[in-house]
């Protein structure tokens, strides 16, 4: 079955840094604007299905290192993470790879801005989408 588009808002109320989740027929579907690029994945943790997009987003902790591989200190880089509320996993919030294991990765969603409105396409969706509360 081809995915159909599904169209959830405006672009206009899609700010930098926001985040909406929406129901696509079975499928809850988090959506983030990360420095003004939109992407989109299953709300479904690939460790045990937790809701990983109502998940902590947070800028990655990296770990400032001597010539001898010692740590020295630390900052926080621009890159931002997802962190599933289950139980910690960390993911790339721009590519969904998991921090500990880049062979592991969220379920992305093809997400689309046209006409100055965000779609998001999927397979399985029978309705609008809807949107859901960002926390339970
Ligand atoms: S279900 Fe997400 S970390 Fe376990």
């Known amino acids: 079955m081809d995915p ?17 989740l929406v129901r696509v027929g079975d499928e ?40 001898a591989k010692e740590v020295v200190g630390g900052h926080h880089s621009s890159d931002m993470d997802l962190v599933c509320p289950w139980h910690g996993w960390e993911y790339d919030l721009l590519t969904g790879r998991n921090i500990a294991d880049p062979s592991i990765s969220l379920k992305a969603v093809e997400v689309v801005v046209r ?12 309705r609008t989408p809807e949107a859901v509360p960002a926390h339970e």
């Open 115 to 126: 006409d100055g409105m965000v779609y998001v396409r999927a397979d399985s969706a029978t």
């Open 4 to 20: 159909r588009e599904y169209a959830v808002c405006p672009i206009t109320e899609f700010t930098e840094g926001s985040r909406l």
């Open 28 to 67: 809850e579907v988090g959506i983030f604007n990360v420095g003004g690029r939109l992407v989109a994945y299953q709300n479904r943790c690939a460790h045990q299905g937790g809701p990983v997009c109502r998940g902590r987003i947070l800028g990655r902790w990296v770990e400032d290192l001597n010539s």
